[in-house]
Protein backbone atom coordinates (compact mmCIF):
# COMPACT_ATOMS: atom_id res chain seq x y z
CA UNK A 1 0.00 0.00 0.00
CA UNK A 2 3.08 2.07 -0.37
CA UNK A 3 0.64 4.89 -2.15
CA UNK A 4 -0.89 5.41 0.91
CA UNK A 5 2.77 7.29 1.61
CA UNK A 6 1.49 9.61 -1.23
CA UNK A 7 -1.97 9.81 -0.54
CA UNK A 8 -2.05 9.97 3.46
CA UNK A 9 -0.01 13.26 4.37
CA UNK A 10 -2.12 15.95 5.35
CA UNK A 11 -4.93 14.33 5.03
CA UNK A 12 -7.66 14.78 7.92
CA UNK A 13 -8.12 10.86 8.17
CA UNK A 14 -5.41 9.16 6.64
CA UNK A 15 -2.44 11.15 7.90
CA UNK A 16 -3.19 10.40 11.35
CA UNK A 17 -3.40 6.79 10.61
CA UNK A 18 -0.41 6.85 8.40
CA UNK A 19 1.63 8.68 10.57
CA UNK A 20 1.05 7.56 13.92
CA UNK A 21 -0.43 3.51 13.44
CA UNK A 22 -0.13 1.82 9.94
CA UNK A 23 2.47 -0.67 9.75
CA UNK A 24 3.47 -0.13 14.01
CA UNK A 25 4.16 -3.36 16.06
CA UNK A 26 1.32 -3.69 18.02
CA UNK A 27 1.49 -5.59 21.02
CA UNK A 28 -2.37 -4.67 22.53
CA UNK A 29 -4.54 -7.15 22.76
CA UNK A 30 -7.49 -4.55 22.22
CA UNK A 31 -6.19 -2.64 19.91
CA UNK A 32 -5.56 -5.91 17.78
CA UNK A 33 -8.98 -6.46 18.13
CA UNK A 34 -9.93 -3.38 16.70
CA UNK A 35 -7.48 -2.90 13.60
CA UNK A 36 -8.90 -6.77 12.73
CA UNK A 37 -12.74 -4.77 13.01
CA UNK A 38 -11.65 -1.97 11.07
CA UNK A 39 -10.27 -4.33 8.48
CA UNK A 40 -13.26 -6.49 8.08
CA UNK A 41 -15.57 -3.47 8.31
CA UNK A 42 -13.52 -2.27 5.03
CA UNK A 43 -14.24 -5.27 2.93
CA UNK A 44 -15.93 -3.97 -0.36
CA UNK A 45 -15.64 -0.32 1.00
CA UNK A 46 -13.15 2.35 1.13
CA UNK A 47 -10.62 2.69 3.47
CA UNK A 48 -11.65 6.30 4.13
CA UNK A 49 -15.09 5.31 5.09
CA UNK A 50 -13.89 3.03 7.60
CA UNK A 51 -11.75 5.91 9.65
CA UNK A 52 -14.87 8.37 9.12
CA UNK A 53 -16.53 5.84 11.53
CA UNK A 54 -14.01 4.51 13.45
CA UNK A 55 -14.91 6.44 16.41
CA UNK A 56 -18.90 5.44 15.91
CA UNK A 57 -17.50 1.76 15.58
CA UNK A 58 -15.72 1.91 18.76
CA UNK A 59 -18.84 3.12 20.65
CA UNK A 60 -20.85 0.45 19.31
CA UNK A 61 -18.46 -2.44 19.86
CA UNK A 62 -18.24 -1.30 23.66
CA UNK A 63 -14.90 0.83 22.76
CA UNK A 64 -13.37 -2.74 20.90
CA UNK A 65 -13.38 -4.44 25.00
CA UNK A 66 -13.26 -7.90 23.63
CA UNK A 67 -14.64 -9.71 26.64
CA UNK A 68 -17.71 -7.35 25.81
CA UNK A 69 -18.46 -7.70 21.73
CA UNK A 70 -17.91 -11.91 23.16
CA UNK A 71 -20.93 -11.56 24.83
CA UNK A 72 -22.99 -9.60 22.79
CA UNK A 73 -26.33 -12.18 22.38
CA UNK A 74 -29.17 -11.22 19.57
CA UNK A 75 -30.54 -7.63 21.31
CA UNK A 76 -26.66 -6.54 20.44
CA UNK A 77 -26.87 -7.65 16.77
CA UNK A 78 -30.01 -5.77 16.28
CA UNK A 79 -29.15 -3.05 18.10
CA UNK A 80 -25.63 -3.17 15.64
CA UNK A 81 -27.51 -3.77 12.47
CA UNK A 82 -30.06 -0.63 13.38
CA UNK A 83 -26.58 1.66 13.80
CA UNK A 84 -26.73 4.35 11.10
CA UNK A 85 -22.84 5.27 12.90
CA UNK A 86 -22.24 1.83 11.31
CA UNK A 87 -21.34 -0.50 9.14
CA UNK A 88 -24.45 -2.24 8.89
CA UNK A 89 -23.47 -5.39 7.63
CA UNK A 90 -24.78 -9.03 9.06
CA UNK A 91 -21.80 -11.17 8.08
CA UNK A 92 -19.33 -8.58 9.36
CA UNK A 93 -21.21 -8.01 12.55
CA UNK A 94 -21.42 -12.13 13.15
CA UNK A 95 -18.36 -12.73 12.19
CA UNK A 96 -16.24 -9.80 14.51
CA UNK A 97 -18.90 -11.18 17.84
CA UNK A 98 -16.93 -14.59 16.75
CA UNK A 99 -13.42 -13.50 16.83
CA UNK A 100 -13.80 -11.67 19.49
CA UNK A 101 -14.80 -15.27 21.55
CA UNK A 102 -12.57 -16.55 19.52
CA UNK A 103 -9.65 -13.93 21.02
CA UNK A 104 -11.15 -15.18 24.31
CA UNK A 105 -10.37 -18.43 23.60
CA UNK A 106 -6.41 -17.60 22.60
CA UNK A 107 -5.81 -15.40 25.84
CA UNK A 108 -7.25 -18.56 27.48
CA UNK A 109 -4.44 -20.76 25.80
CA UNK A 110 -2.20 -18.63 24.91
CA UNK A 111 -2.24 -15.38 27.69
CA UNK A 112 -2.70 -13.29 24.78
CA UNK A 113 -3.76 -12.86 21.49
CA UNK A 114 -0.66 -10.75 20.65
CA UNK A 115 1.45 -13.75 22.25
CA UNK A 116 -0.16 -16.13 19.71
CA UNK A 117 0.17 -14.11 16.81
CA UNK A 118 4.34 -13.44 17.87
CA UNK A 119 4.07 -17.22 18.87
CA UNK A 120 3.00 -18.12 15.05
CA UNK A 121 5.96 -15.49 13.18
CA UNK A 122 7.37 -15.78 10.44
CA UNK A 123 4.54 -17.29 8.22
CA UNK A 124 4.20 -15.90 4.88
CA UNK A 125 0.57 -14.71 3.83
CA UNK A 126 -1.43 -17.97 2.83
CA UNK A 127 0.17 -19.74 6.47
CA UNK A 128 -1.25 -16.24 8.03
CA UNK A 129 -4.86 -17.20 6.53
CA UNK A 130 -4.47 -21.08 6.78
CA UNK A 131 -3.90 -19.86 10.75
CA UNK A 132 -6.76 -17.49 10.94
CA UNK A 133 -9.13 -19.55 9.12
CA UNK A 134 -8.81 -21.92 11.71
CA UNK A 135 -10.59 -20.29 14.70
CA UNK A 136 -11.48 -16.95 13.02
CA UNK A 137 -14.46 -15.65 10.26
CA UNK A 138 -14.14 -12.99 7.36
CA UNK A 139 -9.95 -13.51 7.41
CA UNK A 140 -9.13 -13.11 3.65
CA UNK A 141 -6.31 -13.15 1.68
CA UNK A 142 -6.95 -8.89 1.48
CA UNK A 143 -8.42 -8.66 4.88
CA UNK A 144 -5.25 -10.31 6.57
CA UNK A 145 -2.99 -8.82 4.37
CA UNK A 146 -3.88 -5.23 5.93
CA UNK A 147 -4.13 -6.57 9.09
CA UNK A 148 -0.47 -8.00 9.49
CA UNK A 149 0.99 -5.13 7.74
CA UNK A 150 -1.11 -2.69 9.83
CA UNK A 151 0.38 -4.17 12.83
CA UNK A 152 4.09 -4.70 11.77
CA UNK A 153 4.31 -8.69 10.41
CA UNK A 154 4.07 -8.68 6.55
CA UNK A 155 5.98 -5.56 5.17
CA UNK A 156 4.92 -3.21 2.57
CA UNK A 157 2.75 -0.53 4.79
CA UNK A 158 5.32 2.28 3.87
CA UNK A 159 7.67 3.02 1.13
CA UNK A 160 11.53 2.92 2.00
CA UNK A 161 11.79 6.43 1.19
CA UNK A 162 8.81 7.13 3.28
CA UNK A 163 9.67 9.43 6.54
CA UNK A 164 7.55 7.40 8.54
CA UNK A 165 9.08 4.14 7.13
CA UNK A 166 12.14 4.94 9.46
CA UNK A 167 9.58 5.65 12.72
CA UNK A 168 8.56 1.93 12.20
CA UNK A 169 12.42 0.25 11.53
CA UNK A 170 13.56 2.06 14.57
CA UNK A 171 10.68 -0.24 16.48
CA UNK A 172 11.71 -3.34 15.02
CA UNK A 173 8.69 -4.71 13.74
CA UNK A 174 8.27 -8.43 13.20
CA UNK A 175 8.83 -8.25 9.55
CA UNK A 176 11.98 -6.84 9.38
Known amino acids: MSWYCDLAPGHPYHGPYHENEYGFPVADDRVLFE ?46 LADAGIIRNRLKIDAIIHNAQAILDIQRDADSFAAWIAAHHPLDLKGWIKLFKTRFRFVGGEIMNEFLMSIGYLPGAHRPDCPVYAAIAAKNPPWM
Open 35 to 80: RLTLEIMQAGLSWLTVLKKREALGLAFSGFDIAAVAAYGEADRARL
